[in-house]
């Protein structure tokens, strides 16, 4: 028996013990097949991440990606049920990031080239915003770490048997403090006060100053840009400024 569990972008059944997620008509086949690939490339790794079982096309013609069905509830639906409790989920989803960036994965791309794609893609920059952009990308510190891309309450599935981390096809190779400057972004389009618990705990833990992360503000937001959502359209552009934040 087939039911329909979560729709949006992306129409997401279950399947039994499978979980099938489907892209509508005209989805780039080869954003499919890099999320397939991202998802088997970080599942022997040790992370709690549902296991892929296969890629195919539906019926009507959609490609589908089949995977593990977890049993749980989205940190955003946890959240959203008991602010009270947003101070320990932070600890709790900053724990699980921590965890990821002590993880390697060598074939995936690097986090700064994707990025520098993606401002030079932007239409909605000047060019000597776009060059100040990308004159800053390239003096920030490459790293290898693990970076999931889009580390957020939605992309977390809170089970029985531990967290598990959904969602992985902007994951790349990178500095850890640009994925953890992109989850303050995400958080901080939803709720600020998480977003600076959060921040503040992450800097706390590993002795990383506030305003290198803070850096990474600028490059995060015209990446983010690049999603053409005007509801956030005006805090992006806001942090584009390319003086260090403090």
């Known amino acids: 028996m087939r039911y329909l569990i979560a729709s949006g972008k992306h129409e997401i059944y279950r399947e039994g013990n499978h979980t099938v997620k489907t892209f509508p008509k005209g989805f780039p086949k080869s954003e499919v097949l890099r999320e397939a690939l991202h998802i088997s490339l970080v599942e022997g790794l040790g992370l709690h991440v549902p296991e892929l079982y296969s890629v ?39 724990d699980c990031q921590m965890e990821m960036f002590d993880k390697r994965a060598p074939l995936l791309n690097s986090l700064k080239a994707k ?10 920059i000047s060019d000597v915003t776009r060059y100040e952009l990308l004159t800053k ?17 939605d992309n977390i599935l809170v089970a029985e048997d531990g967290w598990y981390i959904l ?3 902007h994951a790349a190779q990178g500095n850890a403090s640009a994925d953890v400057a992109r989850t303050y972004l995400l ?15 992450f800097c706390g833990k590993t002795g990383t100053s506030p305003v290198y992360v803070k ?20 805090l992006l552009r806001s942090w584009l400024d390319i003086v260090d934040i403090d």
């Open 56 to 94: 195919g096309v539906t019926e009507d013609g959609c490609w589908a990606i089949t995977y593990e069905f977890i049993e749980g509830r989205t940190l955003s639906q946890l959240l959203d049920e008991d602010p009270s409790q947003m101070e320990a989920y932070m600890d709790q989803m900053l």
């Open 115 to 124: 990025m520098r794609r993606q401002i030079q893609s932007l239409d909605c």
């Open 137 to 153: 990308l390239s003096s920030m510190p490459d790293h290898a770490k693990l970076c999931h891309g889009d580390f957020c309450p």
């Open 167 to 169: 969602d992985w096809i």
């Open 187 to 201: 958080l901080a389009l939803q709720n600020q006060e998480a977003a600076s618990y959060y921040l503040d705990r």
């Open 215 to 234: 850096g990474w503000l600028p490059l995060v937001a015209a990446a983010q840009l690049t999603k053409k959502r005007p509801e956030e359209e005006e």
